[in-house]
């Protein structure tokens, strides 16, 4: 009966002393809780007849105290994990826990195992291997019996996607949806045992707008969190749900009203109550870890989701107007540790469209160091030293370092898995690199910039079938994009089909608005298909402009290369050295120089930068 004052209560394989406050597995060992976890556990299983509230629970467990919601969540986490899995407490979307697991109560102590005698002719030294062996089988069988139920098998790895909330009250602010999803992702993205898909590609999922379970199938989710808003005078009404995508039930559903000012600050209950119904392990975030331009200054925090969006395409303009984004989110919250790490991305994204290196990186290392200075152990502002360190220090084992503690503190930020498989594939560490990147894809599965740079890492690689299917996926996301019409004119060159290239390459540097690194594989293509004048017309605009300001002394080297003049090209990329030119980090892997790769010259820059290597594929 509940109420029951006996000492025991046994359910399952497990044993409650109320006692001695212990929770003991059927082989006598302790299993470890918090004193508030079994407190609860207590209450659930004395009131197991019906559904016990959160405030109930609350009143119960933390008596006298004020605390919040989210102490509750992880108390009922932690019992769910100690006990393997959710099936001995069950929540009830908007009322509270339920214990559902038949229990005895009792005064003696849980019995431990005891093993089942062999029979006297198991016993007999003359018994036969054979019957021996039939001996051992039946005693597995029966100690299978014994343990009976048996332990929760491990799971699949969850996968979730979060959708934009949908706004009930028009006109609203796009910015709103959008922010509560992101800030749901940054938070369950920090959990080791789910993986989160990226906002990006739940944005272009969204925008046809499909049930749940359509959307959970294009982004390769088992669970999908949904929502929408709708204001209520001064205040904002959030509605959320979580579904299976398997069944389309709803997991978990709830209802949360707060202050405007207020809105972005709901992923903590959110989350909580998400990874409550997964039976996930809480996550709980140092302090240091906490800004207001997370989104407890809702200004800074715009400031902060416009900047990052706009690192999704980065061209020139986006990326200056992410740099002001940033420096607005910064004015509004001086410890704005995003900030500071998008700055350090921004500055380098402008590299790669002919922003010099010697210009662009200090200000983004002092961006890093600032952001580290406030957050150590901050995931963005690793993945942003990560890139520092590979494209411009060339200090290899440190970008590995940077990159592997941040997917070490964030296992779904796509970011990082991305930068550290083009860090492994630059060093020739194929099935590494090319592991990292299946994983950035799966985060985010509609990219086509991750789509068309995997390409680029598979022709690397040296398996061009996969490439191509990855650079016609990479179009048909976004007929457009200039990396991947770079990557499939460079396999047209590869097979000799040079009037292809030529159609790609030409398309591709208008897209990227005639940047160097296009005009020189434009320029290579022309002098396959022995378009002599055209090759040197695009090598005169290469040096009017070096003439002018910095351009990449790789571009140069590879279209000396082209005309196959060796020396020129060796004394252009012994300068890209000096000037630090972050295409030298794919020195290993770039097809582009196997024509001078004998060159003494070239060999003695290979080594000094630690990427020796022969005959390369890469087009990137």
Not at 401 to 426: C, G, K, W
Request: net charge neutral.
């Amino acid at each position: 009966m509940p109420g029951s004052p006996a000492r025991h209560r046994h359910f399952g394989p497990y044993c409650l002393d109320i006692q001695a406050r212990e929770l003991r597995a059927r082989d006598g060992s302790v299993l470890p809780l918090t004193a508030r976890a079994f407190d609860t556990l207590c209450c659930l299983v004395d009131n197991r007849d019906r559904v016990v509230s959160k405030d109930e629970l609350l009143a119960t467990v933390w008596a006298g105290r004020v605390v919040e919601e989210n102490n509750l969540t992880q108390a009922v986490s932690t019992l769910r994990r100690v006990l393997g899995g959710g099936r001995y407490i069950a929540t009830v979307p908007g009322r509270g826990y339920r214990f559902v697991a038949d229990v005895a109560d009792g005064d003696g102590h849980a019995a431990a195992p005891v093993p089942m005698p062999a029979p006297w002719w198991a016993r007999h030294v003359a018994v036969p291997g054979a019957v021996m062996f039939l001996v051992a089988l039946l005693a597995a069988v029966a100690w299978s019996l014994w343990d009976w139920p048996p332990r929760a098998a491990s799971r699949p790895e969850a996968a979730l996607a979060v959708l934009p909330f949908r706004a009930l009250s028009a006109p609203d602010d796009e910015l709103l949806g959008l922010g509560l999803a992101e800030t749901l992702i940054t938070r369950l993205g920090r959990s080791g045992e789910l993986r989160v898909r990226s906002l990006a590609s739940s944005q272009r999922v969204a925008g046809a707008h499909p049930d749940a379970q359509q959307a959970a199938s294009q982004l390769g989710a088992t669970h999908v969190i949904e929502g929408s808003t709708q204001r209520v005078g001064g205040s904002i009404r959030v509605n959320a749900r979580l579904v299976a995508a398997d069944s389309g039930a709803i997991v978990w559903a709830d209802t949360f009203d707060t202050d405007a000012q207020r809105v972005f600050t709901l992923q903590d209950r959110i989350a909580g109550a998400v990874t409550d119904a997964l039976a996930l392990s809480p996550i709980v975030l140092p302090e240091r870890a906490r800004s207001a331009c997370d989104g407890a200054d809702p200004q800074a925090y715009r400031a902060w989701l416009r900047g990052h969006h706009l690192l999704q395409r980065p061209d020139a303009a986006r990326l200056e107007q992410a740099l002001a984004a940033f420096r607005s989110a910064i004015d509004l919250d001086p410890a704005c540790t995003r900030a500071y790490a998008g700055l350090a991305l921004a500055w380098r994204g402008l590299v790669h469209t002919d922003r010099e290196p010697a210009e662009m990186f200090p200000l983004a290392k002092a961006a890093v160091a600032r952001a580290l200075e406030i957050d150590p152990e901050s995931p963005e502002a690793l993945v942003a030293q990560g890139r520092n360190r590979h494209l411009y220090d060339w200090d290899w084992p440190g970008a590995e370092t940077s990159l592997q503690q941040a997917i070490a503190l964030n296992p779904s930020l796509m970011e990082a898995r991305f930068a550290y498989a083009h860090l492994l594939v630059d060093l020739g560490r194929f099935e590494e690199g090319l592991a990292q990147a299946r994983q950035a894809s799966e985060l985010d599965p509609l990219s086509p910039m991750i789509s068309a740079l995997e390409a680029g890492f598979l022709t690397a690689a040296r398996q061009p079938e996969a490439a191509r299917l990855q650079v016609e996926r990479a179009l048909a996301l976004q007929p457009d994009s200039w990396i991947a019409l770079l990557v499939r004119g460079g396999m047209a060159l590869d097979r000799g089909d040079s009037a292809a290239a030529i159609a790609d390459l030409e398309r591709g540097a208008e897209r990227a608005q005639r940047t160097s690194q296009m005009l020189a594989a434009l320029a290579a293509a022309y002098a396959a298909a022995g378009d002599h004048a055209d090759t040197l017309a695009l090598l005169r605009e290469l040096e009017s402009r070096a003439a002018k300001g910095y351009v990449p002394a790789t571009s140069l080297a590879a279209v000396h290369v082209a005309l196959g003049d060796r020396d020129a090209a060796l004394d252009w990329l012994e300068r890209a050295w000096r000037e630090r030119d972050i295409r030298m980090a794919f020195l290993k892997v770039d097809a582009r120089w196997n024509d001078v790769r004998d060159e003494p010259r070239f060999q003695a820059l290979s080594r000094r930068l630690g990427l020796e290597g022969g005959q390369a594929y890469g087009r990137y």
